[in-house]
């Protein structure tokens, strides 16, 4: 009865882990930051030639840390920040982009602060 106990709670503590699993199936962060990247890239260039005030690509940073998987909407949030300073002075953030990527690789939202 008491072997019986233990491998009832190893199987069960396997399962476990195997459902706490965070990378989902699908593209991975990693490949979700470079499709938000190569996005990013094409955005900017689009802004930049149509707007007068040019965006530096080189103030503005990818924190992979932020890179977060949405598990409501199933898609890797992939935002893009200045580096160290606010977009808007009413506002207390420093983000500039946010892509929504889901786990087939198809960028389904995004949002951008160009202005």
């Known amino acids: 009865m008491k072997k019986l106990s233990i491998v009832m709670c190893m199987i069960l503590t396997a399962l476990s882990l195997y459902a706490c699993n965070n990378e989902p199936d699908g ?5 979700a930051e470079e499709i938000a990247i190569e ?4 955005d900017v260039k689009e802004h930049n030639e149509t707007s007068r005030k040019k965006i530096n690509l080189e103030e503005i940073e990818l924190l ?9 909407s199933k898609t890797w949030e992939v935002t893009f920040n200045y580096k160290g300073g606010l977009t808007k002075t009413d506002g207390a953030t420093n983000s500039i982009a946010q892509y929504s990527i889901n786990l087939d690789g198809e960028i389904v939202r995004n949002s951008t602060s160009f202005e």
């Open 64 to 72: 992979s840390d932020e890179t977060m998987f949405d598990s409501s």
């Open 27 to 31: 593209v991975s962060s990693k490949e």
């Open 39 to 42: 996005q990013f890239d094409k």
